[in-house]
């Protein structure tokens, strides 16, 4: 019940959410065209350097259907509709050449991913909920474009490995819809780096693709109605090292 009060607070404060990211986006971006000197002139120097970030994402199964759902018999449609969760994390910068960088950002993310099936003989959709959280662990290679001022742009991409804290699984019927505890995904990202006279502030969208089967083959028609589970997701992220 706990977790379904805060996935529904989450989805309540999105839109604010959203607005509050894109008023902070605007001031960042004034404020660095806005100013005329340098702020960490020496920052891209050093081999190392830390920071945290913040994300929200926007998630969903890629669902591919099994021979059971083309005949019809039972289910009428399975679908997997987007949803909304959040992440929190670290970051560590690797300084590899002039333009590359090596970043390993351990984090922690919450997912709600469902299912809706349409069954013949339910009036209703029946949802199959999994809510996941897990361990990430991407390791990307970031290529940066000169600088310009306060301001440098970037493209990344790199894998992300993640493990499911809690392994819900075990908590789960094997009547219900399942899913493995734990995912590998591609990832590949757009961002900009804004340099403030004390932290650096680089506001980030990276799209994940999951490569593994997330489902779980138990003997139930939710199950066997598919044939493959996988994750997508699009993520906004605000680091701040």
């Known amino acids: ?4 009060n805060l996935w529904n607070k989450l989805r309540l404060y999105r839109d604010k959410i959203l607005v509050v990211t894109v008023l ?53 449609s399975a679908t997997a509709p987007r949803s909304t969760g959040f992440s929190l994390g670290f970051v560590l910068n690797y300084r590899l050449a002039d333009y590359f960088d090596l970043r390993l950002l351990p984090t922690v993310a919450f997912y709600n991913r469902t299912v809706d099936y349409e069954l013949k003989h339910l009036p209703s959709i029946v949802k199959q909920i999994s809510d996941a959280t897990y361990i990430e662990f991407p390791v990307l290679v970031k290529y940066k474009s000169e600088r310009r001022g306060n301001l ?29 505890n734990y ?7 757009i961002g900009m780096d804004i340099y403030f006279p004390l932290f650096k502030f680089s506001p980030e969208i990276r799209f994940s693709q999951g490569m593994l089967n997330l489902l779980n083959n138990d003997p139930n028609v939710y199950s066997r109605s598919l044939n493959r589970l996988s994750s997508q997701t699009v993520s906004l992220y605000l680091h701040f090292e």
């Open 183 to 189: 995912d590998f995904s591609l990832e590949c990202g």
């Open 24 to 76: 902070l986006l605007s001031a960042s971006l004034s404020f660095a065209q806005r100013k005329t000197e340098v702020n960490l002139p020496k920052y891209d120097d050093r081999m190392l350097h830390y920071g945290f970030t913040l994300g929200l994402n926007s998630t969903r199964f890629r669902v591919v259907h099994s021979q059971l759902y083309v005949q019809g018999d039972t289910v009428l």
């Open 152 to 180: 440098r742009f970037y493209l990344l991409g790199g894998v992300k490995p993640g493990i499911e804290a809690g392994a819900k699984k075990k908590e789960k019927k094997e009547t219900e819809l399942r899913t493995q």
């Open 1 to 4: 019940m706990e977790k379904t």
